[in-house]
Each structure stands twice: as C-alpha cells, then as structure tokens.
C-alpha cells in the first residue's frame, strides 16, 4: 500500500500555523488530498488542536509576535503529546528577524520535518547562500550535503526543493525529480508542499523519510499532469487542476511516473 493511500483512508487531521498569503490555498490542497485542515492560530486553543493533531505544520510566511507565540504554543504542545512537527522556514536568511526567529523555533521545538528551499535550509546550518526575498535567489553549493548537515544538525527529516528535491534524514538520502517550473508561478505552492509533508508524515509509521519523498514525488507527479492538462493556459488554469490532480491521481498512476532515487 502507498503513503497516499494511507492518507486518504486516515484522513488525517493537519493543524497549521501559517500565513496569510496561502492558508486557503493549503487547506483546499489538504482537503484534495484527503487529509484534513485545521487552521487555528489562537493562543487559547493551539496547545489543544495540536494535541488532537496528526501532524502540525509551522509557516514564517508573514511573521508578528502574536504568530510566534502560537507557533511556540501549538510547536511544544505537539512535543509533549508526540505529533510530529514540520517546519518552513519561510524567508530565512531574508531578514534578521526572519533568521532570529527560526532559531528560535529550531531550538525549542522538536521537529519532525524541515522544508525550505535551499537558501532557508542554508540559513539553519549557518551556510552562505544569497536570498532575493523570499525566494532562493542565487547559489552556490551542494544541496545533498546542505540537507544531509541540517538533517544531523536538527535530528529530523531536512528537506530542500528545488529542480530536484532531497530528502535527508541523517541515515538515508532521496533524490525527487517529479515536479514543473509552473509551480514557482502560483504563489503558496511551497507552503502548501509543506503541508503535504505533514500529511504523509502523520501516516509514516517508522518509514518516515520514505513517506516523505513519497509525498514530495506524488506532489511533483500531480504538477506534471495539471500543466501536461493546462499547457498554454496560465498559472490560474494550472492552479485549479493542480487541485483537481491532488485529489483524483490514482495509486497507480502515480507509481509509474514517480522518480524517486535512493542517494545513499
């Protein structure tokens, strides 16, 4: 049986802290897959919606001390009561106060997951590597060994997307090469990954860092059939199948477009 369709008979609930920018676009997304969105953010309830979670997913998208204060709540509360976390460090690097602050959560939240581009994950192991905002910007380096330091350095699955996406744990490395550069024209769509994360997460068992690149692979299958279905149309016409593909691409036909590579 695949992680998704482990996620679509759990239907697992996925509380997330996330940004103004994208939180309607990840809920529709989650609820395409067939995981379930919560999306609370209130200091009186987020220590108990963690609780009840599956998974919980952290975004810096749009940052203020009300958010952090939830993120540290709702992060620490899933600690306690063993729900995996998934951080997306949103801009790292960016800002000093983007940087400050996902030091901090990185110190004091136990995660499960980290998901940035490579820029953001550069950021958490003190690596140089140019941001244009909130977006990777220019580089040089080797993502593997950058995802490879922050997954030993966190003691979680460390992910970097991109052209290729890697997936690292600290014992096994896994190369994703599923995917379309049409995804970098609709906004929310790495948030929304992030998210994605935590579903397949929430139904990993011990097999964590496979049910991850298996999710980050069905995600890029999903955007490789929406623009294949869409060519020519745009970036609107592409979001709305992309949707559409989250939640009727099958099993099998996922299987046999999946191009997931096992680094080491």
């Given amino acids: 049986m695949t992680y998704l369709s482990k996620v679509r008979e759990q239907n697992p609930l996925i509380h997330n802290i996330t940004n103004i920018v994208v939180a309607n676009f990840s809920a529709n997304?989650?609820?395409?897959?067939?995981?379930?969105?919560f999306m609370a953010d209130s200091h009186e309830e987020v220590e108990d919606v963690a609780q009840m979670a599956a998974a919980v997913v952290l975004n810096i998208g749009t940052l203020n001390e009300y958010a952090i204060q939830s993120m540290l709540l709702a992060g620490?509360?899933?600690?306690?009561?063993?729900?995996?976390?998934?951080?997306?460090?949103?801009?790292?690097?960016?800002?000093?106060?983007?940087?400050e602050v996902t030091a901090r959560l990185t110190r004091?939240?136990?995660?499960?997951?980290?998901?940035?581009?490579?820029?953001?994950?550069?950021?958490?192991?003190?690596?140089?590597?140019?941001?244009?905002?909130?977006?990777?910007?220019?580089?040089?380096?080797?993502?593997?060994?950058?995802?490879?330091?922050?997954a030993t350095k966190l003691g979680s699955i460390a992910i970097i997307t991109g052209k290729d996406d890697v997936i690292a744990d600290g014992n096994?490395?896994?190369?994703?090469?599923?995917?379309?550069?049409?995804?970098?024209k609709v906004t929310g769509t790495g948030c929304l990954l992030s998210a994605v994360v935590g579903a397949f997460l929430a139904v990993a068992g011990e097999a964590k860092a496979e049910a991850v690149a298996e999710g980050i692979s069905f995600y890029g299958v999903a955007a490789e059939l929406a623009y294949e279905l869409?060519?020519?149309?745009?970036?609107?016409?592409?979001?709305?199948?992309?949707?559409?593909?989250?939640?009727?691409?099958?099993?099998?036909r996922f299987l046999e477009r999946s191009r997931i590579a096992r680094h080491r």
């Fill in 76 to 99: 620490k509360s899933a600690n306690r009561h063993g729900v995996p976390v998934v951080l997306d460090p949103v801009g790292a690097g960016a800002t000093a106060f983007r940087t």
């Fill in 29 to 37: 997304g989650l609820l395409a897959l067939g995981a379930s969105p």
């Fill in 172 to 184: 096994s490395t896994y190369i994703v090469s599923n995917g379309h550069p049409i995804l970098t």
């Fill in 230 to 252: 869409t060519e020519g149309k745009g970036p609107g016409s592409f979001q709305t199948e992309f949707l559409n593909q989250l939640a009727v691409l099958t099993p099998e």
């Fill in 108 to 150: 004091e939240i136990k995660l499960a997951a980290l998901r940035g581009n490579a820029a953001e994950v550069a950021n958490v192991v003190g690596r140089a590597w140019s941001s244009k905002g909130v977006d990777a910007g220019e580089g040089e380096g080797d993502v593997v060994s950058i995802a490879e330091e922050a």
